[in-house]
T-cell receptor, first 109, second 115 residues
Framework: QKEVEQNSGPLSVPEGAIASLNCTYSDRGSQSFFWYRQYSGKSPELIMSIYSNGDKEDGRFTAQLNKASQYVSLLIRDSQPSDSATYLCAVKSDYKLSFGAGTTVTVRA | SAVISQKPSRDICQRGTSLTIQCQVDSQVTMMFWYRQQPGQSLTLIATANQGSEATYESGFVIDKFPISRPNLTFSTLTVSNMSPEDSSIYLC????????????FGQGTRLTVV
């Protein structure tokens, strides 16, 4: 499977702060990029998808993609305790998803 | 998004036995995948379930250990055969249309413990 690397965690942020998650990938032919959130004991839940270079905003989440640098990131603004979870970066190549190891985020009240 | 029903949600099995996990989708989907998530780790793709043909396995996974069926466009099964404690993991079914720019969605997962 293709390599997907995420910044190591865990990441602890105070409530209301910005959480910044980073991801790099090895396959230049990758077509689509996703961020999933996984609560403990639950299956991954899609929160963002991005397909072209630039920024994509959805509520408090912003995904950024730079294909030249093979880099994708996720910003969580105004972090809430309910954002405490593991965030998985996923990259699609040849219709298959490869996942990073995940970054665990803890939002301190 | 598709609604995916996966069962059983959890099971405790004796070593040497086999468990079949079912994945049912509420609509026809082109691609169905099976993943494994070992404790504290990320998701690893086991295989792509192909309708009407043999599954395509990833490196490190073989059909004898993880036989897969896909009789139609809404249903698939994964069997974990001759289980050992190292097979204790969460197994996840995922579906996605074939188009590159589409999301994949996951079933609730099956938490398997082998004793």
């Amino acid at each position: 499977q293709k390599e997907v690397e995420q910044n190591s965690g865990p990441l602890s942020v105070p409530e209301g702060a910005i959480a910044s998650l980073n991801c790099t990938y090895s396959d230049r032919g990758s077509q689509s990029f996703f961020w999933y959130r996984q609560y403990s004991g639950k299956s991954p839940e899609l929160i963002m998808s991005i397909y072209s270079n630039g920024d994509k905003e959805d509520g408090r989440f912003t995904a950024q993609l730079n294909k030249a640098s093979q880099y994708v990131s996720l910003l969580i603004r105004d972090s809430q305790p309910s954002d405490s979870a593991t965030y998985l970066c996923a990259v699609k190549s040849d219709y298959k998803l490869s996942f990073g190891a995940g970054t665990t985020v803890t939002v301190r009240a | 998004s598709a609604v995916i029903s996966q069962k059983p949600s959890r099971d405790i099995c004796q070593r040497g036995t086999s468990l079949t996990i079912q994945c049912q989708v509420d609509s026809q989907v082109t691609m169905m995948f099976w993943y494994r998530q070992q404790p504290g780790q990320s998701l690893t793709l086991i295989a792509t379930a192909n309708q009407g043909s043999e599954a395509t396995y990833e490196s490190g996974f073989v059909i004898d250990k993880f036989p897969i069926s896909r009789p139609n466009l809404t249903f698939s099964t994964l069997t974990v055969s001759n289980m050992s404690p190292e097979d204790s993991s969460i197994y996840l079914c995922s579906v996605a249309p074939a188009s590159a720019n589409t999301e994949a969605f996951f079933g609730q997962g099956t938490r398997l413990t082998v004793v």
